[in-house]
């Protein structure tokens, strides 16, 4: 079964920092692309961060500077949230080939 499992979502204060996980299990096809996206309520999902497998990343304005992603392996990726805003509050979901997406993980901010 091919699936998408993140980790490390929490309710964390403003300045904070947290590090999400999402490990691919099932893949038995080529992975050319790991991410985040993020979904807050009332809003469109937006990217966080995307890696592909040469390393080259790619952020979405609103994270850049504070938020690091990279994987240990093909199939884990990592985001490093630091500098944390009450803005940052979503459900952060992990993608794979820009079609596979995780049940996501929620990411609570407070001011």
């Known amino acids: 079964q091919v699936q998408l499992v993140e980790s490390g979502g929490g309710l964390v204060q403003a300045g904070g920092s947290l590090r999400l996980s999402c490990t691919a299990s099932?893949?038995?096809?080529?992975?050319?692309?790991m991410g985040w996206y993020r979904q807050a309520p009332g809003k469109q999902r937006e990217l966080v961060a995307t890696?592909?497998?040469?390393?080259?990343t790619n952020y979405g304005d609103a994270v850049k500077g504070r938020f690091t992603i990279s994987r240990d392996n093909a199939k884990k990726v990592y985001l490093q949230m630091n500098s944390l805003k009450p803005e940052d509050t979503a459900v952060y979901y992990c993608?794979?080939?820009?079609?596979?997406w995780g049940q996501g993980t929620q990411v609570t901010v407070s001011s």
């Open positions: 993608n794979l080939n820009g079609w596979l």
């Open positions: 099932g893949i038995t096809f080529s992975i050319a692309t």
């Open positions: 890696i592909t497998r040469s390393d080259s």
